[in-house]
């Protein structure tokens, strides 16, 4: 999810890990869409999910290198993998008005 700080050029992104049985977030990170934010969210996330989870992405391409293929699965939308943290999202939007989509 973006929304800018200053100006529209400042845009920092948040990346965050959840458990879909249970809705918890075990990890947040907030910075730009790099390789560089992808591997603080992954530092980020606990031990025991990282040896054993498998990650459901959007596919962006700094997300490559950074989790293990194996544990990596890319995903859209109509699946409907995502929809816990993309309704936390669309809450997120509706109750900060910052984060309001342009």
């Known amino acids: 999810m973006l929304s800018f700080v200053g100006q529209k050029a400042n845009k920092p992104w ?3 890990a959840l458990v ?15 390789r560089q934010s992808a591997k603080a969210l992954w530092k980020s996330i606990p031990q025991n999910y990282r040896n054993h989870a498998t990650f459901y992405t959007d596919g962006w391409q700094a ?3 950074v989790i293990p293929d194996k544990q990596h699965r ?25 984060l309001v989509r342009q």
């Open 63 to 65: 997300y490559e290198g």
């Open 14 to 16: 948040r990346g965050m």
């Open 20 to 34: 879909v049985k249970s809705r918890l977030f075990v990890a947040f990170h907030v910075g730009d869409r790099s």
């Open 74 to 98: 890319v995903v859209n939308k109509l699946l409907r993998i995502t929809n816990h943290i993309e309704r936390f999202n669309g809450t997120l939007r509706q109750r900060v008005s910052r």
